[in-house]
């Protein structure tokens, strides 16, 4: 069964910091996809950034990057030059070829002035 | 915006009760997804249907049931509604069945439901 732990409920980061946000994952797949989604206070799900996991590169859009350590299944976020926009939940995802797509708990991000 | 719409925002019911949600996933997308986010389970996958066949099936209850119609917009049917169901109901659509190029899920606003 696939699972996804992210170990920190909530974090804090300075306005125009970087801050990095952890995703571990477990899948018997070799053939899978990465997301991490963004849930501001609308409670809307805003697709943030996505990885194949054929795809050494890792994937950047914009201040939101990712590390994506395939070996170590480890998927973090990094949001540079972070803004008061990026408060919200991020969730990290992992989605077999069997379409079943599966979140974490959740990270809160709290971006102070 | 996305583009996938989902009425009505807000929902409230008493148990026993049967609702249907509806999405109307983003043009020209034929994948439509289900969600369930609440506070003790989180945010869980609970069906998807493609080009009106259902595809992959998650933690959806016996109560739930769902169908996409021919012009691609979605139902969600929920019965015999208890207490615990109260949650948002997320929808969200793809051009294509997941595993293909072009699989990114877009989610819709939500369907807040309150079972008093």
């Known amino acids: 069964a696939q699972t996804v732990t992210q170990s920190q409920p909530e974090m804090s980061v300075q306005e125009a910091e970087t801050v990095t946000l952890s995703c571990t994952y477990d899948?018997?797949?070799?053939?899978?996809?990465l997301f991490w989604y963004k849930q501001p206070p609308s409670r809307q799900m805003i697709l943030v950034i996505r990885?194949?996991?054929?795809?050494?590169q890792n994937a950047t859009e914009n201040r939101f990057s990712v590390n994506f350590q395939k070996a170590a299944k480890s998927f973090s976020l990094k949001i540079s030059d972070s803004q008061l926009g990026d408060a919200a939940m991020y969730f990290c995802a992992v989605m077999n070829r069997d379409d079943k797509i599966i979140f974490g708990k959740g990270t809160r991000l709290h971006i102070l002035p | 915006d996305s583009g996938v719409t989902q009425t009505p925002k807000h929902l409230i019911t008493a148990t026993g009760q049967r609702v249907t949600l509806r999405c109307s996933p983003r043009s020209g997308d034929l994948s439509v997804y289900w969600y369930q986010q609440s506070l003790d389970q989180g945010l869980q996958f609970l069906i998807q249907?493609?080009?009106?066949?259902?595809?992959a099936k998650g933690n959806i209850l016996e109560r739930f049931s769902a169908q996409q119609f021919p012009d691609l917009h979605s139902e969600l049917n929920l019965s015999s509604l208890e207490l615990g169901d109260s949650a948002l109901y997320f929808c969200?659509?793809?051009?294509?069945?997941?595993?293909?190029?072009?699989?990114?899920?877009?989610f819709g606003p939500g369907t807040r439901l309150t079972v008093l």
């Open positions: 249907y493609y080009n009106g066949e259902e595809r």
């Open positions: 969200a659509s793809s051009v294509a069945p997941q595993g293909t190029s072009t699989d990114t899920q877009y």
């Open positions: 990885q194949e996991a054929y795809k050494q």
């Open positions: 899948t018997s797949e070799s053939d899978y996809y």
